[in-house]
């Protein structure tokens, strides 16, 4: 196996636009084994959480001395904080794990960080929320990667 298997592998893992719902499917096609790919795309995966949060807070922290922004943000974030605070208080990090879960576009680790920083939850909860979504979702991945094949031989026979 090449290292640019190996590479491509890890970056889509961690590429916001396919996480580990590419990389997976990536992965085994180009030979490497399930209990290979599974524990490398979450961890990878996984990682993007606590740094995500940590450029959320790093960057928001310098915008935050901008007026405009000051302003943009009190305005629409605290009234999403204010108007969701029951629901997050009943739902926050279940929710978090629920929706990293779904193996869907925008619905992965980054925005499940987004969102938990705009609803200004904890940066650690948060991580674990992602990792158990992200298991979750990797799971789901591989399995439709080991089983969806024998799923379509139920409607499509092979012609020799």
């Given at each position: 196996?090449?290292a640019?298997?190996?590479f491509?592998?890890?970056?889509?893992?961690?590429l916001?636009?396919?996480?580990?719902?590419?990389?997976?499917?990536?992965?085994?096609t180009?030979?490497?084994?399930?209990?290979?790919?599974?524990?490398?795309?979450?961890?990878?995966?996984?990682?993007v959480?606590?740094?995500?949060?940590?450029?959320?807070?790093?960057?928001?922290?310098i915008?935050?001395?901008?007026?405009?922004?000051?302003g943009?943000?009190?305005k629409i974030?605290e009234k999403?904080?204010?108007?969701l605070?029951?629901?997050?208080?009943?739902?926050?990090?279940l929710?978090?794990?629920?929706?990293?879960?779904?193996?869907l576009?925008?619905?992965?680790?980054?925005?499940?960080?987004?969102?938990a920083?705009?609803?200004?939850?904890?940066?650690?909860?948060?991580?674990?929320?992602?990792?158990?979504?992200?298991?979750?979702?990797?799971?789901?991945?591989t399995?439709?990667?080991?089983f969806g094949?024998?799923?379509f031989?139920?409607f499509i026979?092979?012609?020799?």
């Amino acid at each position: 196996m090449s290292a640019s298997v190996w590479f491509w592998t890890a970056f889509l893992s961690i590429l916001p636009i396919s996480e580990l719902r590419g990389a997976i499917p990536y992965a085994m096609t180009q030979g490497i084994p399930f209990y290979v790919a599974w524990p490398l795309c979450v961890a990878l995966n996984a990682l993007v959480a606590p740094l995500v949060y940590i450029f959320l807070v790093s960057f928001h922290k310098i915008f935050y001395k901008w007026s405009f922004y000051a302003g943009l943000f009190d305005k629409i974030i605290e009234k999403a904080r204010h108007k969701l605070h029951d629901k997050v208080e009943k739902y926050g990090y279940l929710g978090v794990t629920l929706f990293v879960a779904i193996p869907l576009p925008i619905t992965g680790a980054y925005t499940g960080t987004l969102g938990a920083w705009i609803l200004g939850l904890s940066k650690r909860k948060t991580a674990l929320a992602v990792l158990i979504g992200v298991m979750i979702s990797g799971t789901i991945v591989t399995s439709i990667m080991l089983f969806g094949h024998g799923a379509f031989d139920l409607f499509i026979k092979d012609v020799h």
